[in-house]
């Protein structure tokens, strides 16, 4: 049985070596049980070529990954790729995937892991350490780089990212006579003016992910951030429990209160949120940018569109920071063809495809001021905005207990069984208990 690396249950902020090591320092002095140094993790043994498997949530491109594969393949018929796909809930591919690794299993080699998930899956051993000088290059957007780092050691190569934006339906806001909302007064007008017009009456307004379910989360924060609040300082501490946070919050509960969040809403999932959209039953949708391929096969370009999300009250909107990242099994039984894999995977090449027929937001910069890629997708600009303006979820290595601790204090207050300030004083009671 691997011995694991220092743990500390809430490792905040970018990474930076000097903070992550400090923290480490202060919760157990930077041995493991063997007497191992974390820095003695840096180095793997990428030995063993053959075939590898990859294993990734449920894919909704209509079979874009496989043919990407299907060309890796044909390159390397000696070192196949076979493509598992796991559960479309983020929980539960995580559950999935640690089930693997407990039972130390060899059936997955390289694996997709949501960037929260880095410090639980490199704490534990269950991926292994990374050289940063075979997959690092100065076109990588550098706070999604640090997505994958933990003590300063690179665990999770990003190959997508992921920052929200707002689905709207321009033929709908056309027939009302609307410009694009920006702040969050103007979507309510906007969803006023629509549902003002024979046939729209019923129309959901604002959706989200708000089942009680990592979505959540995300959406959750975003309202809480955006008002100025936080979760953690960067030394760990809890500071949910502020008048921001609360002003936060309550702006969600009223959203859903005023009928403006559908209560429909309460049990969406990305893509239950999407077939609303595009049944012409929601006018905006916050979604991760995946979705405009999804738009442009079913509706056209000529009746949904895509700006950034609203400001509120006066402050801008604070995106979550999402997107997934590479990682190596500690039990692959072919590492050297894994890593060469995450190479080929991680790729200019390769990233530009996952754009070209995902609409999956690249790790790489450059694709976002590329004549061409701006000719195909104009709301790359809009993205890249958001991107650089949204914050991460905590990083923890009991990241499932924190995310479960928030959906535990906000889903009764988006439902309306609790006040914003009892909920915001229970999560501070539970994030405390967790430190």
Known sequence: MASRLPRRRFIQGSAVVAALSAAAACSGGGSNSSGTSASAASTADFTGTGPITWVQGKDNSDGKVQERIDEWNELYPDEKVTLIELSAEADQQRQSLINNAQTQSDAYDVISIDN?????FAA???????PTDELKNDDII???WETGLYMGTLYGMPFATDSSIMFYRKDFLQEAGV?????????KSAI????ALPGHEDIGGFGGQFAKYEGLTCCASEFINTAGGSFYDDEGNVTINSPEAIAGLQTLIDGFKDGYIPTDSLEWKEEDGRNAF???NLLFYRQWPYQYANNMAALGEEKFGVAALPSI?????VPTLGGHNCGISAYSKNKATALKFVQWWTSQESEKYALE??????????LYEDSEMLEQFPYLPTLRESLDSAKGRPKAVSYGDVTAAIQDAIYPAIQQQTTAEDAIATLESSLNALS
């Open 179 to 187: 410009e694009v909302p920006t702040t969050w007064d103007e979507v």
């Open 124 to 130: 534990n051993q269950w991926v292994v350490p990374l």
């Open 357 to 366: 027929t995902q609409t999956l937001a690249p790790v790489i910069g450059s």
């Open 116 to 120: 929260v998930w880095v410090a639980e």
């Open 278 to 280: 595009e049944a012409g």
């Open 142 to 144: 550098e706070s999604v």
């Open 313 to 317: 009250d006066g402050n801008d909107f």
């Open 192 to 195: 006023d003016a629509v549902r």
